[in-house]
Protein backbone atom coordinates (compact mmCIF):
# COMPACT_ATOMS: atom_id res chain seq x y z
CA UNK A 1 0.00 0.00 0.00
CA UNK A 2 1.40 3.46 -0.98
CA UNK A 3 1.09 5.74 2.16
CA UNK A 4 2.92 8.87 2.38
CA UNK A 5 3.15 9.90 6.89
CA UNK A 6 4.05 13.58 8.19
CA UNK A 7 5.74 13.97 11.26
CA UNK A 8 7.41 17.14 13.15
CA UNK A 9 4.71 18.66 14.38
CA UNK A 10 3.56 20.62 17.38
CA UNK A 11 3.18 23.65 19.20
CA UNK A 12 5.82 26.18 18.81
CA UNK A 13 6.58 29.76 20.09
CA UNK A 14 6.32 32.57 17.82
CA UNK A 15 9.99 32.86 16.02
CA UNK A 16 11.37 29.20 16.60
CA UNK A 17 11.16 26.46 14.41
CA UNK A 18 9.97 23.15 13.65
CA UNK A 19 11.06 20.46 10.54
CA UNK A 20 8.76 18.40 9.20
CA UNK A 21 9.08 15.04 7.85
CA UNK A 22 7.20 13.09 4.72
CA UNK A 23 7.94 9.70 4.51
CA UNK A 24 6.93 7.13 1.92
CA UNK A 25 6.13 3.50 2.42
CA UNK A 26 4.90 1.41 -0.14
CA UNK A 27 6.98 2.95 -3.30
CA UNK A 28 10.15 5.00 -3.95
CA UNK A 29 10.07 8.88 -3.84
CA UNK A 30 13.10 9.17 -6.11
CA UNK A 31 10.39 9.32 -9.40
CA UNK A 32 8.55 11.82 -7.85
CA UNK A 33 8.12 15.47 -7.11
CA UNK A 34 6.50 16.42 -3.51
CA UNK A 35 4.72 19.29 -2.25
CA UNK A 36 3.89 20.71 1.14
CA UNK A 37 0.19 21.91 1.71
CA UNK A 38 -1.43 23.10 4.53
CA UNK A 39 -4.97 23.97 5.46
CA UNK A 40 -5.60 26.29 8.58
CA UNK A 41 -9.61 25.97 9.96
CA UNK A 42 -12.07 27.88 7.56
CA UNK A 43 -9.65 28.29 4.91
CA UNK A 44 -8.82 26.68 1.23
CA UNK A 45 -5.83 24.87 1.32
CA UNK A 46 -2.68 26.13 -0.25
CA UNK A 47 0.70 25.45 -1.24
CA UNK A 48 3.30 26.20 0.81
CA UNK A 49 6.54 24.21 -1.43
CA UNK A 50 7.48 21.70 -3.66
CA UNK A 51 10.46 20.20 -5.03
CA UNK A 52 11.47 17.93 -7.93
CA UNK A 53 12.12 14.13 -7.48
CA UNK A 54 15.88 14.69 -7.82
CA UNK A 55 15.99 18.20 -5.88
CA UNK A 56 17.33 20.50 -8.29
CA UNK A 57 14.16 22.61 -8.67
CA UNK A 58 12.25 23.77 -6.10
CA UNK A 59 9.29 26.45 -5.56
CA UNK A 60 7.99 28.83 -2.42
CA UNK A 61 4.92 30.17 -1.56
CA UNK A 62 5.49 34.31 -1.19
CA UNK A 63 4.18 33.73 2.50
CA UNK A 64 7.07 31.41 3.28
CA UNK A 65 9.95 32.59 0.88
CA UNK A 66 13.36 33.17 3.23
CA UNK A 67 11.61 31.06 5.76
CA UNK A 68 11.07 28.07 4.74
CA UNK A 69 13.27 25.14 2.95
CA UNK A 70 12.26 22.39 1.41
CA UNK A 71 14.67 19.57 0.85
CA UNK A 72 14.78 15.55 0.19
CA UNK A 73 16.97 12.58 0.96
CA UNK A 74 16.52 10.22 -1.29
CA UNK A 75 18.21 7.27 0.58
CA UNK A 76 16.23 7.56 3.41
CA UNK A 77 12.89 8.15 0.91
CA UNK A 78 11.90 11.58 2.80
CA UNK A 79 11.40 14.91 1.90
CA UNK A 80 11.75 17.45 4.63
CA UNK A 81 10.11 21.04 5.16
CA UNK A 82 12.36 22.70 7.29
CA UNK A 83 10.39 26.30 8.69
CA UNK A 84 11.80 29.16 10.69
CA UNK A 85 10.68 32.45 12.29
CA UNK A 86 7.34 30.78 12.52
CA UNK A 87 4.24 33.38 12.77
CA UNK A 88 0.94 32.56 14.05
CA UNK A 89 -0.31 32.57 10.86
CA UNK A 90 1.20 29.59 9.38
CA UNK A 91 -0.94 27.40 12.33
CA UNK A 92 -2.12 25.05 10.18
CA UNK A 93 -2.16 21.19 9.16
CA UNK A 94 0.80 20.70 6.88
CA UNK A 95 0.62 17.74 4.83
CA UNK A 96 2.87 16.58 1.98
CA UNK A 97 1.55 15.33 -1.41
CA UNK A 98 3.24 13.30 -4.35
CA UNK A 99 2.92 13.37 -8.08
CA UNK A 100 5.36 12.09 -10.84
CA UNK A 101 4.93 15.47 -12.18
CA UNK A 102 6.62 17.99 -10.79
CA UNK A 103 4.73 20.73 -13.08
CA UNK A 104 1.00 19.09 -11.59
CA UNK A 105 2.21 19.19 -7.92
CA UNK A 106 3.53 22.76 -9.11
CA UNK A 107 -0.55 23.64 -9.61
CA UNK A 108 -1.60 21.45 -6.82
CA UNK A 109 -2.77 18.47 -8.19
CA UNK A 110 -1.60 15.23 -6.98
CA UNK A 111 -2.09 11.39 -6.91
CA UNK A 112 -1.05 10.78 -3.26
CA UNK A 113 -0.72 12.44 0.42
CA UNK A 114 -0.56 11.92 3.72
CA UNK A 115 -3.08 12.55 6.38
CA UNK A 116 -1.08 15.78 7.85
CA UNK A 117 0.51 17.06 10.56
CA UNK A 118 -0.67 19.76 12.97
CA UNK A 119 1.59 23.30 13.48
CA UNK A 120 0.50 25.26 15.66
CA UNK A 121 2.33 28.69 16.47
CA UNK A 122 1.15 29.90 19.56
CA UNK A 123 2.56 32.09 22.94
Known amino acids: QLQLVESGGGLVQPGGSLRLSCAAS????????IGWFRQAPGKEREKVSC????????NYAEFVKGRFTISRDNAKNTVYLQMNSLKPEDTAVYYC????????????????WGQGTQVTVSS
Open 97 to 112: AADRSYARIRLGSYDY
Open 26 to 33: GFTLDYYA
Open 51 to 58: ISSSGSTT
